[in-house]
């Protein structure tokens, strides 16, 4: 039976299915594996499902005489090198589809928490602050109506755009290749430069790949187009957006708010974010639903299985 590796704990009914077509090897807890962990495994599997803590970069794949997938457990697959694996023969795959709609609605769930500024409202509560009813007590701004701008017009962007639909909002894009008149028009959405997007939109959200093109794509002098009222919200990689420059935009008033689910360093958050009443910070739980960790899960082990049975896999991920 062949030998697989998983680096984290998965939902309880992909672990069974996993443990009646393998032989498992692997870390029994929800914590990140380690680099001298995942070293020892590479050595002797022929799968590995992996999640996006997990670097498996060329030296990691050098080690290993019998890999022949790497199943990421994630839409993004940018902490494996998918190029040194390709040159070795190893399939990499990832996990589409399965976790838009969990994606957008958190998406959803961010702009509407910056813009009506929910979690300060929250903390009044619970903390016993609240005074009663006043007419400028936490004023956010309206979502309805307002101009909704989308970096990133794949899977998940557009089921963003779809859900803008219900707030009539007018929906604008950014992304390497237009969409068709007919997906524009089903989306109501129009393609516009990325230096327009950022102008005219009231609410910026992030949804493209963090690859060498988009890592720092939004920095001081692209936040510094966005107007003083607008908010920015990022659920796809923390890397696309220079974070330095968000904090400063957001320290002095240049940005009114931003809604992260996302960071370049993750698990740290830097504390002047922390510092920050204007900032929604969630812990990467954009795919967070019972029904969308499954799925990935089984989308997983579905790869893995092709891959070791000879067949193509169903998400195998291009080089990058």
Known sequence: MAIVYLSRCLP???????????????????????????LEAVAV???MAVTLADHVDAELLQKAPRLKVVAVYAVGHDNVDVAAATRRGIVVTNTPEVLTDATADLTWALILAVARRIPEAERLVREGKWEGWAPTQLLGGDV???????????????????????????????????????????????????AQLLQASDILTIHTPLNDSTRGLIGKAELSLIRRTGCLINT?????????ALIEALE?????????DVYPEEPRVNPRLLALPNVVLLPHIG???HEARVKMGMLVLENIT???????????????
Request: aromatic share 4%.
């Open 12 to 38: 309880e009914s992909v672990m069974g299915e996993f443990a009646r077509r393998f032989t498992l090897i692997g870390r029994s807890t929800d914590h990140p594996a380690t680099r001298a962990e995942l």
């Open 45 to 47: 599997v022929d799968a």
């Open 144 to 194: 309805f109506g307002k101009t909704l701008g989308i970096i990133g017009m794949g899977r998940i962007g557009r089921a963003v755009a779809q859900r803008a639909t219900g707030f009539r909002m007018n929906v604008l894009y950014h992304n390497p290749h237009p969409l068709g008149p007919d997906v524009e028009r089903a989306l109501g959405a129009q393609g516009v430069s990325l």
């Open 236 to 244: 796809a990689r923390g890397a696309i957006v220079d974070e330095p």
């Open 252 to 260: 002095q008033g240049v940005l009114a708010g931003a809604g992260l």
């Open 287 to 289: 795919s967070a639903t």
């Open 306 to 320: 092709a891959v070791l049975a000879g067949r193509e896999a169903p998400n195998r991920v291009g080089v990058a």
